[in-house]
């Protein structure tokens, strides 16, 4: 298969290959021990924040299995997330959100007027 002339060849992959092994043959397991706490904290009418909790969740484990040299291990051998890791989603998160709102927007404008 021939690729497009866009994509670049001549990158080294060597050291992103070798963060997936690492990743791969390591604990894939990881714990969000304040995760009760977390839920807790969402309000019950909050259905946009409910329904977001999961994927919440799924970037602070992300973040822990990324950082999981500089993370501590439970008696099963899960990685246990820290705060860091939930500071760093929320960080994430908000920098989604003002991506997607700045692509809606400019969406928005940029539509051509249907009258």
């Not at 939930?86 to 249907?114: H, I, K, W």
């Amino acid at each position: 298969m021939k690729l497009p002339a866009c994509v670049r060849t001549d990158v080294d992959l060597t050291r992103w290959q070798a963060l997936q092994t690492w990743i791969a043959i390591g604990s894939a397991a990881v714990v969000v021990p304040f995760a009760k706490d977390l839920a807790a904290l969402v309000p019950p009418v909050a259905v946009r924040l409910r329904r977001d909790f999961k994927t919440m969740l799924s970037l602070i484990r992300s973040r822990a299995l990324l950082h999981q040299a500089t993370r501590c291990k439970d008696e099963a051998g899960q990685i246990i997330a820290t705060i860091t890791d939930y500071t760093a989603s929320v960080a994430t998160s908000r920098e989604c959100q003002m991506l997607g709102s700045s692509a809606a927007a400019f969406d928005s404008a940029s539509a051509p007027n249907p009258g």
